[in-house]
C-alpha cells in the first residue's frame, strides 16, 4: 500500500502539535517533489498491485480534485490498482462543500476519513477546531449525497468540556448518520499546545482519566449493540467495512510513504522516514536524491512492534508465527514474562493467538509493554 504525507495544515489543533504550515505558498513545488519521489521509490515495494492509497497528514483536503487526480495518475504509472481498492482522503469537515465533493466524487477516491472530533461546539471550541457541530453533522451528510457511503469519522472521549451524558449524545448522532466506521480517542494533552496551556492556568480542567475509561466501554458496549466490531482498541466497523489501510499497518505488511515526514515499513526489518523540513524535502528530490533517513530494525525492536500492534487487535499475536520469526531465547523469555497476566486473566490465548480480552483494552499499551524486550 501507499501513504502520501499531505504536509499542508490550515490550523493549529489544541490537543497536538500541528502548526500553521507556510508550505501552501510551495504546493506545486511540493506535488511536483512527491512525483519525483513516486517515482524514485516505485522498486521498493514487493507488490505492484495496490489494495490502499491513502491521502493523510496535515489537511489534504486543501488540495484540489485536480491535484489528487494528478498524484494518483503518478501512482498508477508505476502501481496497478485492485479491483476493490481503498482510495482514501482525510478530510477536515468545512472543506467538504458540495462543489468540492462533486469535484472529488470524479476521482478514484472512494473512502473519505473525516475529522469531526465532536458534535458539540463546547468540545470543538476546547479543540481550537475551524469547523463547528452544525458543519460536522453537514459535511457526513453532504458526502453521502455525493455517493461517498464509505466513510470514516474521528471522535474524541474523555473532553473536560464534556460528559458520560453528552458522549452519549455524540455517538446517538453517530447512529444516526449512519457511518460506518469510527476511530475513537481519549483526549490526550501535548506539551506546547493550547490545551496544556489553558490547563495550567486553570481555564479549563484536566481529563480525568476515570472518566476517560467510563466513556470508552460505554463506546464499545454501545457500537457492538449497534452492529460494530471492535477490531482495534480504537477502531469500530461495521462488517465489511473495515480499513484496509489500518489493517494492513496491524498486520505488519509493507508500505512505502510518500511526503515529508512520511514513513515506510519493508515488512520485516527494514523502517525509514522522509525529513519534516519541507524544504530539505523539494530541495533533495530537485537534485533526485532522496531525503529519507532508515534504520534496520533488531529481533528486539520486531518483537516489541508486534506484541504492542498485535495486541491492540481482535486478532492478537500469532504465536506459531513468532516461532518462525524469533530466537528461541526470545520466545522463552516470552513465556515466562506471560505466564502471571495469562492466570490473573489479562492475557489469553486463543486458537494459539495471544490476545488481551477486550474489558482490558483501555489498558493495552501498558500491558503490551510489560511484555517488551528491553
Same mark, same amino acid.
Given at each position: 500500500?501507499?501513504?502520501?504525507?499531505?504536509?499542508?495544515?490550515?490550523?493549529?489543533?489544541?490537543?497536538?502539535?500541528?502548526?500553521?504550515?507556510?508550505?501552501?505558498?510551495?504546493?506545486?513545488?511540493?506535488?511536483?517533489?512527491?512525483?519525483?519521489?513516486?517515482?524514485? *521509490?516505485?522498486?521498493?515495494?514487493?507488490?505492484?498491485?495496490?489494495?490502499?492509497?491513502?491521502?493523510?497528514?496535515?489537511?489534504?483536503?486543501?488540495?484540489?480534485?485536480?491535484?489528487?487526480?494528478?498524484?494518483?495518475?503518478?501512482?498508477?504509472?508505476?502501481?496497478?490498482?485492485?479491483?476493490?481498492?481503498?482510495?482514501?482522503?482525510?478530510?477536515?469537515?468545512?472543506?467538504?462543500?458540495?462543489?468540492?465533493?462533486?469535484?472529488?466524487?470524479?476521482?478514484?477516491?472512494? *473512502?473519505?476519513?473525516?475529522?469531526?472530533?465532536?458534535?458539540?461546539?463546547?468540545?470543538?471550541?476546547?479543540?481550537?477546531?475551524?469547523?463547528?457541530?452544525?458543519?460536522?453533522?453537514?459535511?457526513?451528510? *453532504?458526502?453521502?449525497?455525493?455517493?461517498?457511503?464509505?466513510?470514516?469519522?474521528?471522535?474524541?472521549?474523555?473532553?473536560?468540556?464534556?460528559?458520560?451524558?453528552?458522549?452519549?449524545?455524540?455517538?446517538?448522532?453517530?447512529?444516526?448518520?449512519?457511518?460506518?466506521?469510527?476511530?475513537?480517542?481519549?483526549?490526550?494533552?501535548?506539551?506546547?499546545?493550547?490545551?496544556?496551556? &489553558?490547563?495550567?492556568?486553570?481555564?479549563?480542567?484536566?481529563?480525568?482519566?476515570?472518566?476517560?475509561?467510563?466513556?470508552?466501554?460505554?463506546?464499545?458496549?454501545?457500537?457492538?449493540?449497534?452492529?460494530?466490531?471492535?477490531?482495534?482498541?480504537?477502531?469500530?466497523?461495521?462488517?465489511?467495512?473495515?480499513?484496509?489501510?489500518?489493517?494492513?499497518? &496491524?498486520?505488519?505488511?509493507?508500505?512505502?510513504?510518500?511526503?515529508?515526514?512520511?514513513?515506510?515499513?519493508?515488512?520485516?526489518?527494514?523502517?525509514? &522516514?522522509?525529513?519534516?523540513?519541507?524544504?530539505?524535502?523539494? *530541495?533533495?528530490?530537485?537534485?533526485?536524491?532522496?531525503?529519507?533517513?532508515?534504520?534496520?530494525?533488531?529481533?528486539?525492536?520486531?518483537?516489541?512492534?508486534?506484541?504492542?500492534?498485535?495486541?491492540?487487535?481482535?486478532?492478537?499475536?500469532?504465536?506459531?508465527?513468532?516461532?518462525?520469526?524469533?530466537?528461541?531465547?526470545?520466545?522463552?523469555?516470552?513465556?515466562?514474562?506471560?505466564?502471571?497476566?495469562?492466570?490473573?486473566?489479562?492475557?489469553?490465548?486463543?486458537?494459539?493467538?495471544?490476545?488481551?480480552?477486550?474489558?482490558?483494552?483501555?489498558?493495552?499499551?501498558?500491558?503490551?509493554?510489560?511484555?517488551?524486550?528491553?
Amino acid at each position: 500500500m501507499i501513504y502520501i504525507h499531505i504536509p499542508f495544515c490550515k490550523q493549529k489543533c489544541s490537543y497536538c502539535n500541528f502548526h500553521f504550515s507556510t508550505s501552501l505558498h510551495f504546493k506545486d513545488e511540493m506535488i511536483s517533489a512527491m512525483k519525483k519521489e513516486i517515482f524514485l *521509490r516505485k522498486d521498493e515495494l514487493q507488490h505492484k498491485t495496490l489494495k490502499s492509497l491513502y491521502f493523510g497528514g496535515g489537511t489534504p483536503s486543501i488540495l484540489s480534485a485536480g491535484e489528487i487526480n494528478s498524484l494518483i495518475d503518478e501512482v498508477l504509472k508505476y502501481f496497478s490498482f485492485e479491483k476493490d481498492i481503498e482510495v482514501t482522503l482525510e478530510a477536515n469537515p468545512d472543506d467538504l462543500d458540495k462543489n468540492f465533493l462533486k469535484e472529488l466524487s470524479n476521482t478514484p477516491v472512494n *473512502r473519505l476519513s473525516i475529522g469531526t472530533q465532536s458534535f458539540f461546539d463546547e468540545d470543538l471550541k476546547l479543540m481550537n477546531r475551524a469547523h463547528n457541530a452544525s458543519e460536522a453533522e453537514g459535511s457526513i451528510k *453532504r458526502a453521502q449525497d455525493f455517493g461517498f457511503e464509505n466513510l470514516s469519522i474521528d471522535l474524541i472521549y474523555g473532553s473536560p468540556t464534556s460528559s458520560l451524558e453528552i458522549w452519549k449524545e455524540n455517538l446517538n448522532k453517530t447512529i444516526a448518520l449512519d457511518v460506518p466506521h469510527i476511530s475513537s480517542y481519549a483526549l490526550t494533552v501535548e506539551p506546547k499546545t493550547a490545551l496544556n496551556d &489553558w490547563i495550567l492556568k486553570g481555564k479549563v480542567l484536566s481529563p480525568k482519566e476515570e472518566e476517560q475509561n467510563k466513556e470508552f466501554y460505554y463506546l464499545s458496549d454501545f457500537l457492538k449493540d449497534n452492529g460494530f466490531e471492535h477490531y482495534e482498541v480504537s477502531n469500530f466497523a461495521k462488517p465489511g467495512m473495515h480499513s484496509k489501510h489500518n489493517s494492513a499497518y &496491524w498486520k505488519y505488511q509493507e508500505y512505502l510513504g510518500i511526503g515529508p515526514s512520511a514513513h515506510s515499513y519493508n515488512g520485516r526489518d527494514i523502517r525509514s &522516514w522522509n525529513a519534516a523540513n519541507n524544504q530539505q524535502y523539494i *530541495r533533495k528530490l530537485e537534485n533526485n536524491a532522496l531525503a529519507k533517513e532508515s534504520e534496520v530494525l533488531s529481533e528486539n525492536d520486531q518483537f516489541n512492534e508486534m506484541i504492542m500492534i498485535g495486541l491492540r487487535t481482535i486478532w492478537g499475536v500469532d504465536l506459531e508465527g513468532l516461532k518462525t520469526k524469533f530466537s528461541p531465547d526470545v520466545l522463552e523469555k516470552l513465556q515466562i514474562s506471560i505466564c502471571r497476566k495469562l492466570e490473573e486473566g489479562i492475557l489469553a490465548v486463543e486458537n494459539n493467538h495471544l490476545k488481551i480480552p477486550e474489558k482490558h483494552w483501555f489498558l493495552a499499551d501498558g500491558i503490551a509493554s510489560d511484555l517488551f524486550m528491553i
